[in-house]
């Protein structure tokens, strides 16, 4: 199967470190955090991946080549100015194929077992689901959550928890979007959930919003001090 790294945001909230880095190069534990994202996908099995891109994205390409290095595929999908998660995913397209596919927040860390997805992905085409979202307890700055789990359905219901970061979505999900329009991802993810064609997870495990320079500090101690 093939996976989707997000990587085009600005990364305001990691101002300054963001001037002139991109988010997802940014480092903990000595390598860039979206480096953590590839090897887990390649040790998994998912060796054909997609990275967006828009600001200072020409480095991620400099960075990360052609994926030889890590054992990968990696084509790009370059926004130019940054089309918001659903806009970015439908603008990439014509490189997802027609199969469900993963899609990896890249300024996330986490430790999930990507080695599930593609099992994932075929129990979705066997009940027609739209997506399937991983979510995980809710960080402190983040206290509301996201999404409630009923039955293995993700539902706008309490407890609410946070949506991590990690999906898998039809590409049909995306299908109406007008290529190069910015597009938010919730409003799609809310209009499948009513009509229940949205499975999900609670996931336990390590995971990091990695959205300021403070938590990127915080995970790179915890990394180095190898406390995940």
Same mark, same amino acid.
């Given at each position: @199967?093939?996976?989707m790294?997000?990587?085009?945001?600005? *990364?305001?909230r990691? #101002?300054?470190?963001?001037?002139?880095t991109?988010?997802p190069?940014?480092q903990?534990?000595?390598?860039?955090?979206?480096?953590? %994202?590839?090897? #887990?996908?390649?040790?998994?099995?998912?060796?054909?991946l997609?990275i967006?891109?828009?600001?200072?994205?020409? $480095?991620?390409? =400099?960075a !990360?080549?052609?994926?030889?290095?890590?054992?990968?595929?990696?084509?790009? +999908?370059?926004?130019g100015?940054a089309?918001e998660?659903?806009? *970015?995913i439908?603008f990439a397209l014509p490189?997802?194929?027609?199969?469900?596919?993963?899609?990896?927040?890249?300024?996330?860390?986490c430790? /999930?077992?990507?080695a599930?997805l593609?099992?994932?992905?075929?129990q @979705?085409?066997? =009940? %027609?689901?739209m997506?399937?979202?991983?979510?995980?307890?809710?960080?402190?700055h983040h206290?509301?959550g996201?999404?409630?789990?009923?039955?293995?359905r993700v539902?706008?219901?309490?407890?609410?928890?946070?949506? +991590?970061g990690i999906g898998l /979505?039809?590409?049909?999900l995306f299908a109406?979007?007008?290529q190069g329009s910015?597009a938010?991802?919730?409003p799609?993810l809310?209009? $499948?959930?009513?009509?229940?064609?949205?499975?999900g997870?609670?996931?336990?495990g390590?995971?990091?919003d990695?959205?300021?320079?403070q &938590?990127l500090q915080?995970?790179?101690r915890? !990394? &180095?001090?190898s406390l995940?």
């Amino acid at each position: @199967m093939l996976a989707m790294i997000l990587a085009a945001g600005r *990364g305001e909230r990691m #101002r300054p470190l963001t001037d002139h880095t991109p988010k997802p190069l940014l480092q903990a534990g000595g390598k860039p955090l979206i480096v953590w %994202h590839i090897e #887990r996908l390649v040790r998994a099995g998912i060796t054909e991946l997609v990275i967006n891109h828009a600001h200072l994205g020409k $480095q991620i390409e =400099q960075a !990360l080549g052609d994926g030889k290095q890590f054992g990968a595929t990696i084509r790009y +999908s370059d926004e130019g100015t940054a089309l918001e998660t659903a806009g *970015g995913i439908a603008f990439a397209l014509p490189l997802l194929g027609n199969e469900p596919f993963a899609v990896v927040n890249g300024d996330i860390y986490c430790d /999930y077992d990507f080695a599930r997805l593609p099992s994932l992905a075929a129990q @979705m085409l066997e =009940q %027609h689901d739209m997506a399937h979202l991983v979510l995980v307890d809710n960080p402190m700055h983040h206290a509301e959550g996201d999404f409630g789990l009923c039955n293995g359905r993700v539902a706008d219901i309490a407890p609410k928890w946070t949506f +991590s970061g990690i999906g898998l /979505y039809q590409p049909s999900l995306f299908a109406h979007i007008p290529q190069g329009s910015k597009a938010p991802l919730a409003p799609l993810l809310r209009e $499948q959930m009513v009509l229940g064609k949205v499975s999900g997870e609670h996931y336990r495990g390590a995971w990091v919003d990695v959205g300021t320079p403070q &938590r990127l500090q915080e995970l790179d101690r915890r !990394l &180095r001090a190898s406390l995940f």
